[in-house]
């Protein structure tokens, strides 16, 4: 009767495992970090991030995710610690592969779908884009231009070069 059962169960058993949805790899060397190690992760990439020499592209297409907290001039409210344990918590969701457009509209606070077009010479620039990166926050275009198309990267908050608060962002073109 056992043998039955199993003979029976096993197959049904398999197809659900097989029917169910892979997940994409994680970036290689990124680890599934807890609380303060995922800080701890968030801040070294994006240290090693600003690090990288810069890509001579004229023009980058990016999306990007923005995490503020409240007295940056976004309708945040939550405190500096939480927006940057937020951040940390998404940029790790995003390197373990969830959905960056997903995510964009459940914790964004920018307008979603937040694609940007940015150009290096401020010639080509146009009012309603793509626009010069040097007109942008400055860590927006830093990190633009030292990622490579789909990785996705951070900035963390700065007063001078990151004032709303941290960035994440992914190229796109």
């Known amino acids: 009767m056992r043998s039955f ?52 592209a004229p023009r980058v297409e990016v999306q990007h995710l923005l995490i503020s907290f409240a007295g940056t001039g976004t309708e945040a409210v939550r405190t500096k610690q939480e927006a940057e344990n937020l ?12 959905d960056f457009d997903e995510l964009i509209t459940r914790y964004t606070d920018d307008s979603p779908p937040g694609i940007y077009g940015m150009v290096a010479d401020k010639s080509e620039a146009r009012k309603d884009g793509p626009y010069w990166r040097k007109g942008m926050v400055g860590a ?25 608060g941290w960035h994440i962002i992914k190229r796109l073109k």
């Open 5 to 56: 059962l199993l003979a029976l169960c096993l197959p049904a058993l398999l197809a659900l495992g097989c029917a169910s949805e892979t997940k994409p790899e994680p970036k290689p060397g990124f680890e599934h970090a807890q609380g303060q190690d995922k800080l701890k992760n968030m801040r070294d990439d994006a240290a090693r991030l600003a690090a990288l020499p810069e890509h001579k």
């Open 87 to 98: 951040a940390a918590e998404v940029y790790a969701r995003l390197l373990a592969g969830e």
């Open 140 to 164: 927006f275009g830093n990190v633009a231009w030292r990622l490579e198309v789909g990785e996705i990267g951070i900035a963390a908050h700065d007063e001078a070069d990151s004032p709303y």
